[in-house]
């Protein structure tokens, strides 16, 4: 593994855990990494562990679900009196 690289990888991981901004030359030779390397690997983990850190192991997921349903035949819908919408649902979890 090039310790250049793991050297630059632990700078920017402290910088992030101080919440500083990076320099734009290491997120450039960041992004020219082989992403089937080592060092990719080794800054995957370097970015798990400041996200583990900043958020205090947690984390929340939001999703939004919608459908709005209706008769394929307006008239047949407004004679039956009959409306057939489902309002969209939005449920938030909590993963610890």
Known sequence: ????????IDRMKEKALRNERQDKDDLLRIL???PKSDESLYLAK???EVALESTG???????????DYQ???DRERLRD???????????????R
């Open 46 to 48: 370097a970015a798990k």
């Open 32 to 34: 020219s990494l082989d």
């Open 1 to 8: 593994m090039d310790e250049a690289i793991t050297g630059l």
């Open 57 to 67: 192991r947690k984390s929340c997921i939001g999703i939004s679900i919608g459908l």
């Open 81 to 95: 009196r009959h409306d057939r919408r489902f309002q969209a649902y939005h449920a938030i979890w909590s993963v």
């Open 71 to 73: 008769e394929a035949d």
